[in-house]
């Protein structure tokens, strides 16, 4: 059965400002918000090992394993009569994994496997209506990282940051173009208006 309603992914940066922009525009489109739960212990364990053994490519594709399971069972029975803004989605889960499979001095296999895992599921994940991508300088983003100051990314480096901004500009539109998914770009390093982005969304949608 054809989907009916909207499903738009607010995609960025770690930092970028994402979980602050994301209520305020489901709010002006009168739209259900999607977070990614900052209270799933599982999660912060991963991360903080990952962030702690960078170079370990176990502790790299097990976070990224449990960030893919959660994100897509998050919207696996979600109901049809309502349009939706979610914070990051399985495309999201195709630039890490690119970007940490490519960053490894001997790439592990079973990340090439995940990535391939990712490409299936998308087959049940509701098609993206739109992608909103927050486009920050990485040394904007590494700082609003380090004023939030969550244990588990203790330690983040601006280089990995970089590297993750320079595949969201490479990869996102690809994906994008590929998924025939309207990709619409705002500059956030000062943030900006939701009401504007709302409009740009609206507009990119025919709504």
């Given amino acids: 059965m054809k989907q009916t309603n909207h499903f738009v992914a607010v995609e960025a940066n770690i930092a970028a400002g994402k979980s602050t922009l994301l209520p305020k525009l489901a709010a002006e489109l009168g739209w259900e918000a999607i977070q990614e739960p900052v209270n799933d212990p599982?999660?912060?364990?991963?991360?903080?090992?990952?962030?702690?053994?960078?170079?370990?490519?176990?502790?790299?594709?097990?976070?990224?394993?449990?960030?893919?399971?959660?994100?897509?069972?998050?919207?696996?029975?979600?109901?049809?009569?309502?349009?939706?803004?979610i914070e990051r989605s399985l495309y999201s889960d195709l630039i890490f994994t690119q970007a940490n499979f490519l960053g490894m001095s001997a790439p592990d296999e079973r990340y090439m496997l995940h990535y391939c895992e990712i490409q299936r599921r998308l087959n049940d994940y509701p098609a993206i209506s739109a992608v909103v991508y927050l486009k920050t300088a990485p040394e904007v983003a590494h700082r609003r990282l380090v004023e939030r100051a969550r244990s588990a990314e203790d330690g983040t480096p601006l280089s990995y940051l970089c590297d993750l901004h320079n595949y969201h500009e490479a990869i996102l539109p690809q994906i994008c173009r590929s998924m025939g998914t309207p990709l619409i770009t705002v500059d956030w390093d000062n943030f900006g208006c939701e009401k504007h982005v709302a409009g740009q969304l609206l507009a990119a949608i025919g709504s």
């Avoid at 976070?63 to 998050?74: D, G, K, P, V, Y």
């Avoid at 029975?77 to 309502?82: A, G, K, Q, S, W």
């Fill in 42 to 85: 599982e999660f912060t364990r991963l991360l903080k090992d990952f962030t702690d053994h960078p170079a370990d490519s176990g502790k790299r594709i097990r976070f990224q394993e449990h960030i893919t399971n959660r994100r897509a069972s998050m919207v696996s029975e979600l109901p049809t009569d309502r349009n939706y803004l």
